[in-house]
């Protein structure tokens, strides 16, 4: 299992962007019962949570991050995305796909965001 990550990049503050996060070898069953969470790292910070969905409950979200993303799914894709609206300087860092299945724990490869003022 590989995962893809695309669709960072720079933006001015109040664009929007969206990442996706493909999970190349990856059969329908583990893909749809996986956890998935996007994480962002900041400069000089820890990876930190920006969103999360657990299949069978409602997603969840950073407060700082809460109303301007949105993360969802595409099962026959098998790709996770993450809408950011609103995008604010200090949205910017490298983001992080994560799928917990229960064959094993994935990360995708980090994708830089850049926000400008």
């Known amino acids: 299992v590989q995962l893809q990550a695309s669709g960072g990049g720079l933006v001015q503050g109040g664009g929007s962007l969206r990442l996706s996060c493909r999970a190349s070898g990856m059969i329908l069953s583990v893909f749809s019962s996986a956890t998935v969470s996007w994480y962002r790292q900041s400069p000089g910070q820890q990876r930190d949570l920006a969103a999360r969905?657990?299949?069978?409950?409602?997603?969840h979200y950073a407060d700082s991050v809460k109303g301007r993303f949105t993360i969802s799914r595409d099962n026959s894709k098998r790709t996770v995305y993450l809408e950011m609206n609103s995008l604010r300087p200090e949205d910017t860092g490298v983001y992080y796909c994560n799928f917990d299945t229960y064959g094993g724990m994935y990360w995708g490869q980090g994708i830089q965001v850049t926000v400008s003022s």
């Open positions: 969905f657990t299949p069978g409950t409602s997603s």
